[in-house]
């Protein structure tokens, strides 16, 4: 069982940035497939970026493209993922979810945003741009 805890986000200003962090602690320390989700209220939870097991691939939302960046890194036991949010615009208000494949397939480019392959998920933390 893997335990998901994320942290930073809070308030930010358009155009301005912030960023996001989730660990990941498992007793094996292997990597898995990682990703950064999202929800406004009253709409759907949507994917913003993922990253292979490796870390070798990167995927990213049309919306973030070019303004988010995510990112992995691994110590003994324990799995980071960052996700650094820059140029923020009021749109990427919302609640943001890390989630964690296992099961699943490996990730590409045609299925990264399929939220059934991510296993484990984290609690979510919030991020609000307001000027």
């Known amino acids: 069982q893997l335990q998901l805890v994320e942290s930073g986000g809070g308030l930010g200003k358009p155009g301005g940035s912030l960023r996001v962090a989730c660990v990941v602690s498992?007793?094996?320390?292997?990597?898995?497939?990682m990703a950064w989700f999202r929800q406004a209220p009253g709409k759907e939870r949507e994917a913003v970026a993922a990253v292979t097991g490796s870390g070798d691939a990167a995927f990213y939302a049309d919306s973030v493209k070019g303004r988010f960046a995510i990112s992995r890194g691994n110590a003994k036991n324990t799995v980071y993922l960052h996700l650094t949010m820059n140029m923020l615009k009021p749109e990427d208000t919302a609640v943001y979810y890390c989630?964690?494949?296992?099961?699943?397939?490996?990730?590409?480019?045609?299925?990264?945003?399929?939220?059934?392959?991510?296993?484990?998920w984290g609690q979510g933390t919030q991020v609000t741009v307001s000027s």
């Open positions: 989630a964690v494949g296992v099961f699943g397939p490996a990730l590409d480019a045609t299925n990264w945003g399929n939220s059934s392959i991510y296993d484990y």
């Open positions: 498992e007793r094996t320390g292997s990597t898995h497939s």
